[in-house]
């Protein structure tokens, strides 16, 4: 049994499937499996990943029926025997030293879980982003409040590692079109006693036009609320006196909703919802910490001019395209 299972969910991911499996089989420590499951593609993605890992026994390749990403996650996390998961998108990558870096900091600290700095690569450019300025060990008390307030701590699976005791059998159960790793993030750590931060951008998250987060339609974002909500009802269920850091995570998700998603057909059935939630959760938002000066400004000017809003955002980008 290896000590990790490296997870790949998979459907028409063709253009990029083969730098991810090509930077796992760079890996500098090979104590781990590595699953991909082929979520009915239809394009050519199982053979290049056959062709990539070739007799690699530490790799396997199944697929299924077209059932969803949720579905393709318990079916991972089923297969799965190591001690530890570690989640890898199919059109993202990893650095050669990832899981040498993960193994040095769970054999220090004895962690439940890892969450790791990642880089955004966009338009050929990689950014950083920075959660928290250096290492850092979480308490579970501490590690909720974060996942709360939303800001520091993004709610998909590809930059935390849990042990694979913490998966139970019906953790992706429902009919998801996406956000199924965001609503069972505090189920996984309400079962951490440590959780450390490692400072280190070991995962390239590849953000393009094709990616399901900008193909949304009205129905997606009607469910991704409800299921929010849900989430919000499970954080309050595991530390009822947290309903600040509540407040500020549903202020950061409405910022996020309204800047990526207002251009959707039929978004004014929402769009007077998120700016309710921002404007009651304000105060909360502009008095957190971990928010910039510049950031609060544009969540005041969101909240109650949305027109001035968009116009300060297309002039800044206009600005510095120009330079």
Same mark, same amino acid.
């Given at each position: ?16 499937i083969t730098e991810c ?49 949720? =579905? ?20 993202? &990558? ?10 040095? &900091?769970?054999? =220090? ?33 501490e590690i909720i409040k ?44 309400? =079962?951490?006693?440590?959780?450390? &931060?490692?400072?280190? $951008?070991l995962y390239i998250y ?33 530390? $009822? ?67 001035? &809003? ?5 002039? =800044? ?7």
């Amino acid at each position: 049994m290896a000590k990790y299972s490296i997870l790949i969910p998979m459907y028409n991911a063709e253009k990029h499937i083969t730098e991810c499996i090509s930077s796992i089989i760079k890996q500098s420590y090979n104590d781990f499996e590595c699953i991909v499951v082929d979520d009915g593609s239809s394009d050519h993605s199982s053979d290049l990943v056959k062709k990539c890992i070739g007799n690699d026994r530490r790799f396997k390749l199944h697929r299924q029926n077209n059932m969803g990403v949720a =579905k393709a996650r318990e079916n991972l996390t089923n297969k799965a025997t190591g001690e530890y998961i570690v989640w890898i998108d199919s059109d993202d &990558y990893v650095v050669s030293t990832m899981l040498e870096t993960l193994n040095s &900091y769970i054999d =220090k600290y004895q962690a439940d879980a890892l969450v790791f700095k990642y880089s955004i690569l966009e338009a050929g450019k990689l950014i950083d982003i920075n959660a928290f300025p250096e290492d850092k060990i979480f308490s579970n008390v501490e590690i909720i409040k974060e996942l709360a307030k939303e800001i520091n701590m993004p709610g998909f699976l590809c930059n935390k590692v849990f042990k694979k005791s913490f998966y139970a059998n019906d953790l992706f159960k429902g009919n998801f079109k996406m956000l199924e790793d965001y609503y069972i993030m505090p189920d996984l750590f309400s =079962k951490c006693d440590t959780v450390v &931060y490692v400072n280190s $951008p070991l995962y390239i998250y590849r953000q393009e036009e094709g990616s399901i987060t900008h193909n949304l339609n009205i129905e997606i974002l009607k469910q991704n609320y409800i299921i929010s909500e849900k989430r919000e009802r499970k954080i309050l269920g595991l530390i $009822p006196q947290i309903k600040k850091e509540i407040g500020i995570g549903r202020a950061y998700r409405a910022i996020t909703v309204l800047n990526l998603y207002s251009d959707i057909e039929h978004f004014d059935i929402y769009k007077s919802i998120y700016i309710k939630d921002l404007r009651k959760n304000l105060l909360r938002y502009i008095l957190c910490r971990d928010i910039s000066a510049f950031r609060k400004i544009g969540a005041i000017l969101l909240s109650f001019n949305t027109d001035a &809003y968009f116009f300060a955002k297309r002039l =800044k980008k206009c600005l510095l395209t120009c330079r």
